[in-house]
């Protein structure tokens, strides 16, 4: 079974502060997503990637970057967190064809106040 | 526009009662679908996923989904329903060529069982 990590699991912070959101995957699959889950909107994507250095834009962006420094790390910045960000984040991994399956970590769960 | 729609935000059921689970998906390809189910505190994890070809798709825990084409649909079933299923059920779409892939949640059904 792939392994996707996340960390933290639990993060506080104040409007304007910096947050980075940290995932590693030990499957070296391809791609891999960051997802936000809001009440009354499912999940929704923020950023993917499909390799190393490579960054692609998914559906709600903004306010968010994202850096893919590995096969295996993926991390999601909040520069200047507002509390419309307050959510709880996933990471995500796949081989990259399309009738295979998302591997999820364990979330974090990010409060900004 | 690629979609999924889950028209029932929440059921709740009987332990041991039946259970089905509607999803409707929009797409003009090839569908690869999923189901997925978070309990509390957790990621997602998958209960099953169509490939082209048998309509019914058998899952883990008792689950099975049945494809339909003409009706654009994936719904999730199960005969007996057990208090471990409480938790929240999405249905998904994946797309993508070579090289690409994507995927498309539903908002998600939020499944209570009672005693």
């Known amino acids: 079974e792939a392994a996707v990590t996340q960390s933290p699991r639990n993060k506080v912070t104040v409007t304007g502060g910096n947050v980075t959101l940290s995932c590693r995957q030990t499957?070296?699959?391809?791609?891999m997503y960051w997802y936000r889950q809001d009440t009354g909107h499912g999940l929704r994507l923020i950023h993917y990637?499909?390799?190393?250095?490579?960054?692609q834009i998914g559906d709600v962006p903004d306010g968010y970057k994202a850096t893919r420094t590995t096969q295996e790390d993926f991390f999601l910045l909040l520069e200047l967190a507002s509390p419309s960000q307050t959510s709880l984040y996933f990471c995500?991994?796949?081989?990259?064809?399309?009738?295979?399956?998302?591997?999820f970590g364990h979330g974090t769960k990010l409060s900004v106040l | 526009a690629q979609s999924v729609t889950q028209p029932d935000a929440r059921v709740t059921v009987s332990e041991g009662a039946s259970l089905q689970l509607r999803c409707k998906y929009s797409?003009?390809?090839?569908?690869?679908l999923f189901w997925y189910v978070q309990y509390p505190r957790q990621g997602l994890q998958l209960l099953l996923k169509?490939?082209?070809?048998?309509?019914v798709v058998q899952g883990v825990n008792g689950f099975e989904a049945e494809f339909s084409k003409s009706n654009s649909s994936f719904h999730l079933r199960k005969a007996s329903v057990h208090w471990s299923d409480w938790a929240v059920y999405f249905c998904?779409?994946?797309?993508?060529?070579?090289?690409?892939?994507?995927?498309?949640f539903g908002k998600g059904t939020s499944l209570t069982v009672i005693p």
């Open positions: 797409y003009f390809g090839t569908p690869y």
């Open positions: 990637s499909y390799g190393a250095g490579n960054l």
């Open positions: 169509y490939y082209p070809g048998d309509p």
């Open positions: 995500a991994s796949s081989v990259g064809f399309s009738n295979e399956r998302l591997f």
């Open positions: 499957n070296s699959h391809n791609y």
């Open positions: 998904a779409v994946s797309i993508g060529n070579t090289g690409y892939q994507n995927f498309y």
